[in-house]
T-cell receptor
Framework: QQQVKQSPQSLIVQKGGISIINCAYENTAFDYFPWYQQFPGKGPALLIAIRPDVSEKKEGRFTISFNKSAKQFSLHIMDSQPGDSATYFCANLGGAGTALIFGKGTTLSVSS | NAGVTQTPKFRVLKTGQSMTLLCAQDMNHEYMYWYRQDPGMGLRLIHYSVGEGTTAKGEVPDGYNVSRLKKQNFLLGLESAAPSQTSVYFC?????????FGPGTRLTVT
C-alpha cells in the first residue's frame, strides 16, 4: 500500500508566525498533491492543491512547495492566525479513480 | 445544494449488532468514498466506488460491506460490529480529484 508520511504530528505557532508542514509520498504515478483542512467536529475540506508541473502555488497566506526529486511537498501558512488552528492532512492518489491515501495529520495550534 | 449528507450523526451499538450508514450526495458525482478517522491514524479509506453499481476495497475493508445501487447514495454496512470499529466515519464524493466530505458519523461499539 502506498504511504504518505506527514510531519510534524503537532505544531504550536505564535500568531503572525509561519507554520510549515511537510509530506513525503511514494506514488509518483499520479499528478495531484492536495492539502486538506479539518476543524473539530467537521469533515475535511480541500485547502490548496498543486500539480507537479509547477514548484510552488500560492493562495492568499497558504503556499504549497513541491520537490519532485525528493518526493516531498509542504504547506506554508504565512502570518498564522488563531482561526488557522485545525488539523491538516496531505494526500496522494492511491487507487483507481481518484481514491486518496491521507497522511496521519498535523494538529496546528496558533496562540494569540 | 446540500452537498454530502450522512445519516445518522451518532450511533451506539453493542458488539455483534449490525447497522448501515447512509451517504447521499446531490452534486451528480461519479466517485464516492468511505473513510474512518481514528486519533493519530488520520483518515483511512475503507471502500470506494467509481460509479453506480461498482465498489472497490480501500486500505481497511475488513468487517465492512458497501453498496452503490444509486449514483447519489453510498451505503456502508457493519454486519457484526466490534469495539475496534468505534470511530468517526466520513463519506466523500468527487467529480475529479477534489473530494467533498460529509459531516461524519460518530459510531461507538460497546
Amino acid at each position: 500500500q502506498q504511504q504518505v508520511k506527514q510531519s510534524p504530528q503537532s505544531l504550536i505557532v505564535q500568531k503572525g508566525g509561519i507554520s510549515i508542514i511537510n509530506c513525503a509520498y511514494e506514488n509518483t504515478a499520479f499528478d495531484y498533491f492536495p492539502w486538506y483542512q479539518q476543524f473539530p467536529g467537521k469533515g475535511p475540506a480541500l485547502l490548496i492543491a498543486i500539480r507537479p508541473d509547477v514548484s510552488e502555488k500560492k493562495e492568499g497566506r497558504f503556499t504549497i512547495s513541491f520537490n519532485k526529486s525528493a518526493k516531498q511537498f509542504s504547506l506554508h501558512i504565512m502570518d498564522s492566525q488563531p482561526g488557522d488552528s485545525a488539523t491538516y492532512f496531505c494526500a496522494n492518489l492511491g487507487g483507481a479513480g481518484t481514491a486518496l491515501i491521507f497522511g496521519k495529520g498535523t494538529t496546528l495550534s496558533v496562540s494569540s | 445544494n446540500a452537498g454530502v449528507t450522512q445519516t445518522p450523526k451518532f450511533r451506539v451499538l453493542k458488539t455483534g449488532q449490525s447497522m448501515t450508514l447512509l451517504c447521499a450526495q446531490d452534486m451528480n458525482h461519479e466517485y464516492m468514498y468511505w473513510y474512518r478517522q481514528d486519533p493519530g491514524m488520520g483518515l483511512r479509506l475503507i471502500h470506494y466506488s467509481v460509479g453506480e453499481g461498482t465498489t472497490a476495497k480501500g486500505e481497511v475493508p475488513d468487517g465492512y460491506n458497501v453498496s452503490r445501487l444509486k449514483k447519489q447514495n453510498f451505503l456502508l454496512g457493519l454486519e457484526s460490529a466490534a469495539p475496534s470499529q468505534t470511530s468517526v466515519y466520513f463519506c466523500a464524493s468527487s467529480l475529479s480529484a477534489e473530494q467533498y466530505f460529509g459531516p461524519g458519523t460518530r459510531l461507538t461499539v460497546t
